[in-house]
């Protein structure tokens, strides 16, 4: 069996292709720029020559991408975007056009991209024909199976995109907080997660040619839990475990308890330092951070379930490409409790795929014939 995972983030995507009759750590690996970089740098080509954009496809991640089409509009050129790919900048469209982007039909602009008066810039998270062609260079052939994580805040237009995302996730770990609750069959998303809805569909409807199967099997998760269960799949996560992703865009902290998650919080990771992520560790386990606090400091928000305390977690297992907020750190400057605790997650040897590993655990959630298990503690 064969699985493309891959975990979209804001600075890299990082896509891992499993098969299950080598070794884990001969998996082929490819750690590239994100999709939102990808259309940031196509946006400030336009600008840099002069011409208006158009933009067709679907909603993305925002982020790089969205701070490049303002600036094109402050440079004086015009943007044009179907309805799907506006949802990308903003999920209500009023404040779309209010920013300056002409809303049209995707008629209109295939008419505007044909004639040459603006250039077209397709907005897709997962690309599949573009992972395909970069395997075929090495003669492998795309698998039957997916794995995919996007941040999906969830369709608010009228709130606030971090209270109502953590309303999502207090939901969930409400309602047992165990992998099977954070990951996806196409069938199964919410509906108010639009972002990783309209990759399902647009990898489901893409004509792929593989070996492994006839219609391809996928399953989608948020990049944040997608790293924390990626995490515990290093055998130094004992639990109680105190998981920590340092994202590129977002820091979150997760209390797991039997392969549950019981308390939660999410902030950006621009906003972190180290002795405010030490504090927020200790707090979080002795159910004292609260979401106000984090919420007014710029942050998600957080939520506790359950608290055993500090002295009861087992492990710190810190992961993600900004780590080194941690792990630079001399050992005067950690705290004595948490560094005797502390641990760099590399699951099979790769810090980078952690959210990878996530995925392919909860793939193989929604898939037991598969019966495979990459979570045992």
């Not at 941690?326 to 502390?342: A, M, N, T, W």
């Not at 997650?345 to 193989?364: E, R």
Request: aromatic share 8%; glycine share 10%.
């Amino acid at each position: 069996m064969r699985i493309l995972a891959a975990d979209i983030g804001t600075g890299t995507q990082d896509i891992l292709l499993f098969d299950s009759g080598k070794e884990m750590e001969n998996s082929l690996v490819m750690v590239m720029p994100s999709p939102t970089q990808v259309i940031a740098e196509k946006v400030r080509k336009a600008t840099r020559e002069g011409k208006d954009i158009v933009l067709t496809g679907t909603i993305m991640g925002g982020g790089p991408s969205g701070w490049a089409i303002r600036a094109h509009m402050e440079a004086g050129f015009s943007v044009y975007a179907t309805e799907k790919a506006a949802l990308t900048i903003h999920d209500n469209l009023e404040r779309v056009k209010s920013f300056g982007v002409r809303i049209v039909s995707e008629e209109e602009a295939k008419k505007l991209a044909a004639s040459g008066s603006a250039v077209e810039i397709v907005m897709q998270d997962f690309d599949p024909g573009t992972v395909s062609k970069a395997l075929s260079g090495f003669e492998v052939s795309m698998p039957g199976n997916f794995a995919v994580a996007v941040q999906d805040h969830g369709n608010a237009p009228d709130k606030s995109n971090r209270v109502f995302r953590f309303e999502l996730f207090r939901e969930f770990i409400e309602k047992g907080g165990e992998l099977g609750r954070f990951v996806y069959r196409p069938e199964e998303i919410p509906a108010a997660f639009t972002r990783m809805k309209a990759q399902a569909d647009s990898l489901l409807k893409t004509t792929l040619r593989t070996e492994d199967a006839t219609e391809p099997r996928a399953v989608f998760m948020d990049t944040g839990p997608a790293a924390i269960f990626g995490a515990l799949t290093d055998p130094a996560a004992l639990q109680p475990a105190l998981v920590v992703n340092i994202g590129n865009g977002h820091t979150l902290g997760a209390l797991v308890i039997e392969n549950r998650v019981t308390a939660l919080f999410e902030h950006h990771s621009s906003l972190m330092d180290p002795e405010k992520l030490q504090d927020y560790i200790i707090r979080l386990a002795d159910g004292k951070l609260g979401f106000d606090e984090v919420f007014e400091d710029g942050g998600h928000g957080a939520y506790v379930k359950e608290a055993p305390g500090f002295e009861q977690v087992r492990s710190v297992m810190v992961t993600g490409p900004k780590r080194g907020m941690l792990e630079k750190l001399s050992g005067q400057e950690i705290r004595p409790e948490i560094s005797k605790k502390l641990h760099f997650a590399a699951p099979f040897g790769s810090m980078m795929l952690s959210g990878c590993f996530g995925l392919l655990a909860g793939f193989f959630e929604k898939y037991p014939d598969t019966s495979i298990k990459l979570i045992n503690h």
